[in-house]
């Protein structure tokens, strides 16, 4: 059964009491809808959930219950990351789904499966691709809003590949939940209500348009029951025939023909582009590194995720701890100057090395070079405990005198993570996205001509939009053809550096921000020693070696006058992040989930 905290709100007793009445059914799926009551919005207190058998943490509470019904069913949690992922195109149509990409960790108890399904760009694509024909870079907005930021999905060939190597049920039966909520319909969220209405883009897209909003142009209200008939006869296309017509039929057809007839920045993606990804070496070999005594495993190049985060905790590390680093569950501003310090040196040595492998060489030939001990110790020491060092430089990892120049800032966001520990142990964690929210602001309704579809992402716009720096030297993440641009996701586990026994899982989304966010919950896990929850209930702050951002609201005068009187220039803002995060305790498992999204745990 769950064990939850005591608490009031309804958000949360639904979920418990539908998960009582349910039969374990060992031999295949039957799907329940689950009760839907009206969801909070805002910062949400959460309790934190406590389980024995199996724990699922998702960003919306029925792709949560997609994912703990599969289980139940006898699923694994493979099974059950592709029916979360599949719900979430539906429910969360902003962040995330089959036309975007991913990055997916699966434990099987002994070995840590790597799974890239992030997006390529065409073959049509060159280094000029949002440059103007005066070789002016296109005003972000514009290059998102665009077919030309459209990268080719991965996250269905992704889910297939997993499946094949992990799935334990059929694969017809994870399309359950997602093709019966498309068909019978969800109610709308507060959250997914109000970036409907304050998003500009979708309206000017006819498929997007009479799906989401009314005759007037409105979102439809909070609590409406909305159908996606068009994407369920999509997924039921799918569950029963494969991914062929995804990558090659009907499908493909009509993602080839949003993207080529954008009606202003049309992209140049073919049949061929599409056809190619279910060709490609899915499979990656992630990487594990030593920090105090654990060993945290993430995703190599093209994520820039792991190896950020990494620095920064190896940085930290090599510096003087101040006393106190938390002041009434606030990190204090002694602290977080040395963390944003750190994450200066990391996010300079990310803009000037970190791509795509295929495209792009690791300094000295390897990417441990960004995390060798005695370069870290390096770093370490050009940080005062009494000044910012303001803008930070890129290193010489490996000694390498790299050709490469620096990426200039520009922003990314969205994303959506999964975490899942099933009855046996094994774990996953999977971070996925379409980047903006709603991506390019272009959907596909698979040619069906019905109503709804889902979103295409504009995962392109992750390259670099110009391909030299000032000094004329090439973007190592600018683009090129068939390459994956750099992401900053970064899903995470988490082992006993001794007996090698798993002890979390975790990630979240947040665009550049998921490093911090990531970060700021390890740190609290395992070094301040708070539970899940209360590690992910902390204030969230970022530094993408500019000036420093504090979340709005969560921190007092006296730390932000600190770090002032240190040189640092502050910025205030939401830093809505998204983090699911499950531990292994002596009973079983502790879940948490972002008390600033819609996020839930359960399990048994």
Not at 150 to 174: Q, S
């Amino acid at each position: 059964m769950i064990r939850l905290n005591l608490f009031c709100l309804s958000f949360f007793l639904f979920l418990s009491i539908f998960a009582c009445d349910r039969q374990y059914q060992p031999d295949g799926l039957i799907y329940q809808i689950p009760e839907q009551p009206e969801l909070p919005t805002g910062f949400t207190p959460k309790p934190g959930w406590a389980t024995s058998e199996f724990a699922v943490a998702a960003a919306n509470p029925l792709a949560t219950d997609a994912g703990y019904q599969i289980i139940r069913a006898g699923g694994s949690a493979v099974d059950a990351a592709i029916a979360v992922q599949l719900v979430l195109t539906l429910v969360e149509p902003q962040s995330s789904g089959i036309g975007g990409g991913a990055f997916l960790l699966y434990w099987d108890g002994d070995t840590i499966h790597a799974y890239n399904g992030r997006e390529t760009a065409p073959k049509a694509a060159n280094e000029n691709l949002f440059l103007d024909p005066e070789g002016i870079p296109l005003p972000f907005a514009d290059a998102v809003r665009s077919g030309l930021s459209v990268g080719v999905p991965g996250t269905l060939a992704l889910l297939k590949e997993a499946h094949d190597n992990h799935g334990v049920l059929p694969w017809v039966d994870l399309f359950k939940p997602a093709i019966t909520l498309s068909e019978e319909g969800f109610r709308i969220s507060p959250r997914l209500h109000s970036l409907l209405q304050s998003d500009d883009g979708l309206r000017f897209d006819r498929v997007a348009s009479e799906y989401f909003y009314d005759e007037s142009g409105n979102p439809y209200p909070i609590g409406y029951n909305l159908k996606n008939p068009a994407l369920g006869l999509i997924l039921r296309n799918i569950a029963e025939n494969g991914i062929s017509d995804f990558y090659e039929g009907k499908f493909a057809e009509d993602i080839m023909y949003r993207v080529q007839n954008h009606p202003e920045r049309p992209g140049a993606m073919t049949m061929d582009d599409l056809a190619g990804y279910p060709l490609l070496d899915l499979r990656t070999e992630a990487m594990c590194n030593t920090w105090k005594t654990y060993r945290v495993c993430g995703f190599p190049p093209p994520s820039s995720g792991h190896l950020a985060i990494m620095q920064i905790l190896g940085v930290l590390e090599n510096l003087e701890t101040p006393d106190p680093m938390l002041s009434d569950s606030i990190p204090t501003a002694e602290w977080l100057h040395l963390f944003f310090e750190a994450s200066k040196l990391a996010f300079a040595d990310r803009n000037k090395y970190v791509a795509d492998p295929h495209f792009v060489d690791a300094p000295g030939a390897n990417w441990q070079n960004m995390l060798d001990p005695d370069y870290i110790a390096e770093r370490a020491s050009l940080i005062s405990d009494s000044q910012t060092m303001g803008r930070a430089e890129p290193g010489l990892p490996g000694r390498d005198q790299s050709v490469f120049g620096v990426q200039p800032w520009q922003p990314d966001r969205g994303t959506s993570h999964i975490s899942i520990i099933d009855r046996q142990g094994n774990a996953v964690s999977m971070t996925t996205t379409i980047e903006s929210g709603f991506g390019s602001r272009i959907m596909s309704d698979g040619g069906t001509g019905l109503v709804g579809g889902f979103l295409l992402n504009n995962e392109l716009t992750d390259f670099s939009r110009i391909p030299v720096d000032e000094d004329g030297s090439l973007i190592a993440n600018r683009v090129e053809a068939g390459k994956r641009p750099r992401s900053s996701m970064s899903p995470t586990l988490i082992f006993d550096l001794e007996s090698g026994e798993l002890l979390a899982t975790l990630g979240s989304p947040g665009g550049a921000a998921i490093i911090h966010y990531t970060a700021k919950t390890i740190i609290g896990m395992y070094k301040w020693g708070l539970n899940a929850q209360e590690a992910i209930d902390l204030p969230n702050f970022a530094d993408y070696n500019s000036d420093p951002v504090l979340e709005e609201g969560r921190f007092p005068d006296t730390v932000t006058q600190v770090l002032l009187n240190l040189g640092h220039n502050v910025n205030i803002s939401p830093l809505t992040s998204g983090l699911q995060a499950i531990q292994v305790t002596e009973e079983g498992y502790f879940g948490g989930a972002d008390p600033r999204r819609e996020g839930v745990v359960m399990g048994e």
